[in-house]
């Protein structure tokens, strides 16, 4: 059997972004495995361990038991509780032991990948314990090892691949919260339009416009005379989007345009990433 072809596309996604992970891991000497990345609180070696964690779950592995410390200041919600487990219990595994675990979950997970036969819509166990479909998990794990795949180059100094096919799997996701973000969290007037203008490796022009119900939907038609103008590097976009920096680190990256207060409130509201 193999893959169904709405599948495809994450699954080759995932794969160009884990291979870049694990030839990172492979390399990294030992003090730069306790390097800081711009994923809040976590460093190079906790990335690591997520990674192999959730792909671990995508098999079917039992979660660890495992109790966390009560001194992870950054740890403040559910979400992030049930993400810091598969993390806080590889925090003294040695580097070894670490790449030699990736390499072994990856190869367990190409191995399911070449036998997977289910039907995209298919029930299967998502964080927390929810259930969703066997299409969203694909998106949503091609989305997270290409956003820590960047944490990690960031932290290690090796920019690259901010226009692999992960990158586009990232940049459909991230859209498809802007409507939430300007109409409901940053409450752009009814009947107005936000235009968001994303140059570099990977390009894009969309209109955000808000319906006289304050409903908003996402456009590829650019607006004539919309209420705020966000111009910005698509690299700043995903920091921005995945919380990796504040809009004050940002400011100098992003050139807004139209109501200040607006564009203000757009980007204090632009994480959408729990």
Known sequence: MSLHPTLQPYADAWTHSIDAISDMAQSLVEGEWNRRTPCPGWSVRDIVSHVIGLECEMLGDPRPIHALPRDLFHVTTEHQRYMEMQVDVRRHHTAPEMTAELEYTVIRRNRQLRNESRDPSTKVRGPLGTEITLEQAYRTRAFDVWVHEQDLRTALGCPGNLDSPGAHVVRDILLSGLPKVVAKDASAPRSSAVVFDVHGPVEFLRTVR?????????????????????????????????GRITPEAAADRVKTEGDPELTAAILRHFTVTP
Do not use: F, K, M, N
Not at 222 to 241: H, K, Q
């Open 210 to 242: 808000v319906d006289i119900q304050g409903r908003g939907s996402l456009e590829t038609a650019p607006a004539l005379g919309p209420a705020a103008t966000l111009t910005l590097d698509w690299e700043t976009y995903v920091r921005l989007a995945c």
